[in-house]
């Protein structure tokens, strides 16, 4: 009787290191005994096996689910695959015998294998543990079935390459520093931090994006069962959320959102016709209600009611934004949405005080397709954009900003009257007719869009950090 001892379990190069020397010396899977380091040995053993020896020529296809499948917890798997490989070697085409028992358990541990590899990809949340040398580092615990902290690390390495990051899970351990891979043993959860600053934003915007009418319980458990939620910031809004799935689409139901909103008539009998469209706007205050009665393009079929921009009438700096959202249209004001409560999170960590700013948008009515009782934003054109110029053109010669932010592409085209990729504007000053400065930035409804934690706190830091310019310029 031989016997194989492996050091570590789901090592794919140490099991096939022994069995290439096994099957060179044509020991058949019955007279072999595999173990790993940590149990007791076989007392009717008598050889170990640990230098590889010898070729081995086998299908490709079965090669690459061996390499997954050594990963399997099953204590037989590295014996059953094997016996798999030694009948391979004699059969090459065993795994086309889809009936046979051995192949059955191979296409099913594989399957489950695939299946566990899936959900860390999915369910790895990184944790923020600070910077050095100018680079991130990040840290995550996970709890995988079985051992595929191997077969998993690569893509974490070519997803997250320009931070360094460590994954811990019970069984080894992936770490990635100075772009480069090792492994190590296994570790607890103490090791990573419970929480970082970016885990409220992802709640939000997963609270955000949570659809009530469209909650399938069994649907959601099998893609995300609960053995992965307690390490899930999100998953500790489930609960609250499915409570309260029932009464929040009854209250869907009884808004019927997708047409105007019953008070745009209300809002629009309060602003006198003669101030609509005209010349003889005199303030801001003027302004914001001939807004409310503009008809230049056909959006305002549809909306609430036009939203201006809102701050001081000398404000030093001014943003834009692309357009209002749901919210925005039913209370009349820019930036109260999901959007507009990030926007002023970063704008506490950048310094700035909303209520010195002119905050505005590009275009004025909410542009959406309905959708059932929802609303759903939709971007607006070029020729939307460019209609409603003439009314943020009115806005900057009221408020005369010395610094213009855009957030997002439309605004960019709104305040140059040209399009421009925001990537190709980023970074610099850029001096506009009239004297003032303009900043090009992302809005921060893109970071509410980004299921990517890691990329979302990056790309929040950047966004944070143009804020941070503007209000150094406008000092």
Known sequence: MREVVLAE???FAEWRSAARSLLADGVAPEDVSWRGSGEGASLFSDQIVAAPAGQLSLPRALVEIAERVICHRDAEAPARLYRIVWRAARD???LA???DPDVDWLRGADKAIRRDVHKMHAFVRFRRLGEEAGRESFAAWFEPTHRIVRLTAPFFQRRFYGMDWAIVTPDARAIWRNEQLVYGSGGTKDEVPDSDVVEDQWRTYYGAIFNPARVKIDAMRAEMPKKYWKNLPEAQDIAPLLAGAGARVERMREMAVSAANPRTEKWRTRVPEEL????????????AKAVDRCTRCPLYCN?????AGEGPERARIMLVG????????LQGRPFVGPAGQLLDEALEEAGLDRTRLFLTNAVKHFKFEPRGKRRLHQNPTSAEIDICRWWLDKERAFVQPELIVTLGGSALRGVTGKSASIKSMRGSVHELEGGARLIATIHPSFLLRLPDRTRAAEERKAFVADLIRARKLAA
């Open 322 to 329: 692309e357009q209002p959202g749901d919210q925005e249209d």
């Open 276 to 287: 609509a469209l005209t010349e003889d706007v005199t303030s801001l205050a003027e302004l």
């Open 9 to 11: 379990p789901g090592d």
């Open 97 to 99: 015998r889809t009936t």
């Open 92 to 94: 090459r085409h065993l």
């Open 303 to 307: 909306a609430t009611q036009g939203v």
